[in-house]
């Protein structure tokens, strides 16, 4: 088992830029897959962008392609999305969340942490 805790989050102008962080506890961090979602005001959840356990592949929602940057570090245990040219659209609650390396891509992230919010202002 993995707990996630965001930080990063904070109201900017569009064009800034923003670091998120996720810090999980757990020996095993190692083992997990790990991902980004958001969730703007009144839509689902969607995903946002994902690295392999071992970082060596990354996935990005096309929205978001060539302005955000995920990566991770697994000896500080800690998972971060770069946000550039931020866009109002990019507003939202964004939600770290962990997989176990070996659980198909078809089956839902297991471990959440509680969001953080990005306000992105015109």
């Known amino acids: 088992q993995v707990q996630l805790v965001e930080s990063g989050g904070g109201s900017v102008q569009a064009g800034d830029s923003l670091r998120l962080s996720c810090a999980g506890s757990?020996?095993?961090?190692?083992?997990?897959?790990m991902a980004w979602f958001r969730q703007a005001p009144g839509k689902e959840r969607e995903f946002v962008a994902q690295?392999?356990?071992?970082?060596?592949?990354?996935d990005y929602a096309d929205a978001v392609k060539g302005r955000f940057t995920i990566s991770r570090d697994n000896v500080k245990n800690t998972v971060w999305l770069q946000m550039n040219n931020l866009k109002p659209e990019d507003t939202g609650v964004y939600y770290c969340?962990?997989?176990?390396?070996?659980?198909?891509?078809?089956?839902?992230?297991?471990?959440w942490g509680q969001g953080t919010q990005v306000t992105v202002s015109s």
């Open positions: 969340a962990a997989r176990w390396f070996d659980t198909p891509p078809t089956h839902a992230y297991e471990y």
């Open positions: 690295i392999v356990f071992s970082g060596g592949s990354t």
């Open positions: 757990g020996r095993a961090f190692t083992h997990y897959n």
